[in-house]
């Protein structure tokens, strides 16, 4: 009677034998296939790196900074930021039509408040934007602008022509950046931003002063 199972056992062990040869069979060829540089070999794709997002922009210092969307100009925003604050000044003059001393007063007093609102706000614009130092802040422009106009405010002419003089020598002062304008821009942040264009329109004030002294 034990005789019947033996052929039963026998192709019991050789279905297993072959399924374990199929195994390794299906086992080699996955490997020479990572081995083979072209045959195409699915790879798993790895979970979703985390996406880095630029800051919100902040409303106030955008509006500031670019001066309310004069930086975003082109070509040249740095000249089109020193326009605007030539154009501001004129169009005051002529609708207040002020007293020497009170446009004197009140051109110091816009430039302060450039400065003082334009370091800040330079800052977060340069933090939420790709690069430092973006040419869309343009309210350091400004504020050198209104320095180098100050001579004309009462001492001298402060007409159309001597605006744009005052404008010419700011732009020329700002470009150039003689020391120390240069080695301020150095400085970190809306800082740096800020003073070198106030040191270049401490040249163009007083060189305006002497070229509008005998013009």
Same mark, same amino acid.
């Given at each position: 009677?034990?005789?019947?199972?033996?052929?039963?056992?026998?192709?019991?062990?050789?279905?297993?034998?072959?399924?374990?040869?199929?195994?390794?069979?299906?086992?080699?060829?996955?490997?020479?296939?990572?081995?083979?540089?072209?045959?195409?070999?699915?790879?798993?794709?790895?979970?979703?790196?985390?996406?880095?997002? #630029?800051? $919100?922009?902040?409303?106030?210092?955008? *509006?500031? +900074?670019? %001066?309310?969307?004069?930086?975003?100009? &082109? !070509?040249? =925003?740095?000249?089109?930021?020193?326009?605007?604050?030539?154009?501001?000044?004129?169009?005051?003059?002529?609708?207040?039509?002020?007293?020497?001393?009170?446009?004197?007063?009140?051109?110091?007093?816009?430039?302060?408040?450039?400065?003082?609102?334009?370091?800040?706000?330079?800052?977060?614009?340069?933090?939420?934007?790709?690069?430092?130092?973006?040419?869309?802040?343009?309210?350091?422009?400004?504020?050198?602008?209104?320095?180098?106009?100050?001579?004309?405010?009462?001492?001298? #002419?402060? $007409?159309?022509?001597?605006?744009?003089? *005052?404008? +010419?020598? %700011?732009?020329?002062?700002?470009?150039? &950046? !003689?020391? =120390?304008?240069?080695?301020?821009?150095?400085?970190?942040?809306?800082?740096?931003?800020?003073?070198?264009?106030?040191?270049?329109?401490?040249?163009?004030?007083?060189?305006?002063?002497?070229?509008?002294?005998?013009?």
């Amino acid at each position: 009677m034990a005789e019947p199972l033996v052929p039963q056992a026998r192709s019991a062990m050789e279905t297993q034998a072959a399924l374990e040869a199929s195994a390794a069979e299906g086992a080699g060829r996955g490997v020479s296939a990572q081995s083979d540089p072209d045959r195409h070999v699915e790879v798993p794709l790895l979970p979703d790196e985390p996406v880095v997002r #630029r800051p $919100d922009r902040t409303p106030w210092a955008w *509006a500031v +900074g670019t %001066f309310f969307g004069a930086g975003f100009l &082109k !070509p040249g =925003p740095g000249t089109w930021g020193s326009v605007a604050a030539m154009l501001l000044w004129l169009v005051f003059q002529w609708a207040v039509n002020p007293s020497p001393p009170a446009l004197r007063a009140a051109t110091l007093l816009a430039a302060l408040l450039a400065l003082v609102c334009g370091i800040p706000a330079a800052s977060l614009v340069e933090q939420e934007s790709p690069r430092e130092d973006p040419g869309h802040v343009v309210i350091d422009e400004v504020a050198g602008q209104w320095i180098a106009l100050l001579p004309f405010c009462g001492y001298l #002419r402060s $007409d159309l022509p001597h605006a744009l003089l *005052a404008l +010419g020598l %700011f732009r020329l002062f700002d470009i150039t &950046k !003689p020391p =120390p304008a240069r080695q301020l821009e150095r400085l970190h942040g809306g800082v740096g931003i800020m003073l070198d264009d106030v040191a270049a329109g401490v040249y163009a004030l007083i060189v305006g002063a002497i070229i509008g002294h005998w013009w």
